[in-house]
């Protein structure tokens, strides 16, 4: 398992706050965080924190001269315990204590400011973007479409309340230290309209969308023109649930182009069409075939050049073969440090050469990554998706049952890959490998609801470590609802794929199967990243 700085470790709900005070990082750390409990703001009362130093004992007496209080420390060190807070009661109790630690916590408070429909959401954003002091705050801008983004048809907000949201985008220029952005709009839509998607409703359509997304980006094109006030550049972007569908209208343009190119951070998580009356036709939608397409050509390419960072996520979707097969392999990212990657799944050999081909990379991010070795495709989708079966294995002809598809083999395995990226990328220091659980998702491990960082682009910056956890093996079949890409169990154990024309007590477990390979190469690649990390903190 890969360690984690103790910088982000938690125990009860807890960070150990001592190794970020002393500067340590990359270092494996035993800590009793009882130890260090008075450091902790979130269990410390005003008077404690005014009054009580903290504890003498272990690191902390070794490196903390003298007695001294949480208060009087170097306001530097104060601030990089705040940034450590959750919650905003705790955040608006510190800033009762004294003036010092009311502007270290209203400057945590305020970091981020966020917009909905709601009229509770746009009062706030209008009274913190007309206040002179407050408005020099905020450093990240949400801007949600719904306040609920799982609602469904029918429950949205109020049209004259998106209309004043709409108007409230413009607020934009009034935050003028502000460099990072996300717009995150409802997980349902709608692809090209069909006859037999009449029945389907969604709140926001793909013209809807467009909209949000000119009205966003032209709000973030004037705070740049604006009355000649100095401003930050937004240099981070995020679009959560984008549609998988190509916009060139939009793409095209020249507001597009003028956002895109200030940016060295993009963030996108990616939602196609999913019909709970026929999920069967869903892969039928022409977008799977061309949206592939249309993100290299018009979302990445125009600014490759810039980035640092790059994450690319599907919500809930297996993405990266097939209908449509993504490659960016002729695109150069000359400065991408972090690249962060969700559900992408690999059916051939060279589908990560476009990765390893990044030697600038530093960080890989793999949430929910996949290699998928059977596949049945209908007839009629190999034919109009035209994979290029590179590496495939055609399997016989099933018994018995119409033959209605082709069956395929691929025999790539995650030590294949893990070996790839070990000797590939020269400079990578950090690599996360895991399936992060569904935010709100019960964990029948620790029997209680998951409390964690949820699965999502906007959590890509959380990594629990690598592991070959039991779902990295997925298989593909046009044949069985609700989805196509049935996962693993939690013992690896794949059922679902086949059918009764497969004989009794069919199961593959490649899990199993290629478990002590697997786990072999991901070691020997976290331990040359602790060797690379080690190198350069030697330095």
């Given at each position: 398992m890969n360690r984690l700085p103790v910088s982000r470790m938690r125990v009860k709900g807890s960070l150990y706050l001592l190794p970020i005070i002393l500067g340590t990082s990359h270092q494996q750390i035993n800590i009793n965080p009882q130890h260090y409990h008075n450091l902790n703001p979130r269990t410390m009362s005003s008077s404690q924190l005014q009054n009580n130093p903290p504890g003498e004992h272990g690191a902390n007496a070794s490196h903390v001269s003298g007695t001294r209080s949480l208060l009087n420390l170097a306001p530097e060190v104060?601030?990089?315990v705040i940034e450590q807070v959750d919650g905003?009661?705790?955040?608006k109790s510190l800033r009762l204590v004294n003036k010092s630690m009311d502007a270290h916590a209203r400057r945590k408070l305020y970091e981020q400011v966020t917009l909905t429909p709601a009229h509770s959401a746009i009062t706030r954003w209008q009274s913190i973007a007309d206040s002179e002091t407050l408005s020099l705050l905020p450093r990240h801008a949400l801007i949600q479409t719904r306040e609920d983004l799982d609602e469904h048809a029918q429950e949205g907000d109020p049209i004259d309340e998106m209309d004043d949201f709409c108007d409230a985008l413009a607020a934009?220029?009034?935050f003028p230290r502000l460099d990072s952005l996300e717009l995150a709009f409802t997980n349902e839509c709608q692809g090209v309209a069909s006859d037999e998607h009449w029945y389907m409703d969604v709140n926001e359509d793909l013209s809807h969308r467009v909209e949000i997304l000119e009205r966003v980006f032209r709000a973030i094109k004037n705070r740049m023109d604006d009355d000649g006030v100095p401003r930050s550049k937004i240099r981070s972007l995020t679009l959560r649930n984008l549609q998988n569908a190509p916009i060139d209208t939009f793409t095209d343009s020249e507001l597009f182009s003028a956002v895109m190119q200030q940016l060295d951070e993009l963030?996108?998580?990616?939602?196609?069409?999913?019909?709970e009356h026929g999920p069967d036709h869903d892969y039928k939608c022409l977008e799977l075939q061309t949206f592939p397409g249309h993100l290299v050509a018009?979302?990445?390419?125009?600014?490759a050049a810039n980035l640092k960072a790059l994450s690319l996520y599907s919500r809930n979707e297996n993405w990266g073969c097939f209908p449509g097969y993504f490659d960016p392999s002729g695109i150069s990212f000359p400065k991408l440090e972090t690249l962060s990657l969700g559900y992408y799944t690999l059916t051939y050999d060279d589908q990560l050469d476009w990765i390893l081909a990044q030697k600038s990379l530093t960080k890989l991010v793999m949430h929910r990554c996949m290699i998928a070795p059977l596949m049945r495709i209908d007839k009629e989708n190999v034919r109009e998706w035209k994979p290029s079966k590179q590496g495939w294995e055609e399997l016989s002809s099933r018994r018995g049952g119409d033959d209605w598809c082709n069956e395929f083999r691929y025999r790539g395995t995650w030590s294949q890959f893990f070996d790839k990226i070990a000797d590939g990328l020269p400079n990578l220091k950090e690599f996360c490998f895991e399936y992060p659980k569904s935010e709100g998702s019960y964990d029948f491990e620790l029997r209680q609801i998951w409390s964690g960082k949820g699965y999502g682009v906007e959590n890509r910056d959380f990594c629990g470590g690598a592991e070959a956890f039991a779902k990295r093996y997925v298989v593909f079949n046009n044949g069985i609802l609700p989805t196509h890409w049935p996962e693993a169990k939690d013992d690896g154990e794949i059922t679902d794929y086949f059918d009764p024309d497969d004989g009794e007590d069919q199961t593959a477990n490649f899990h199993k199967e290629f478990l002590e390979e697997d786990q072999r190469s991901l070691e020997r690649l976290l331990e040359k990243c602790r060797a690379r990390r080690e190198a350069t903190d030697g330095k």
């Open positions: 104060v601030s990089n905003n009661d705790t955040l934009l220029s009034k963030h996108i998580g990616m939602i196609q069409e999913y019909n018009k979302w990445l390419k125009p600014v």
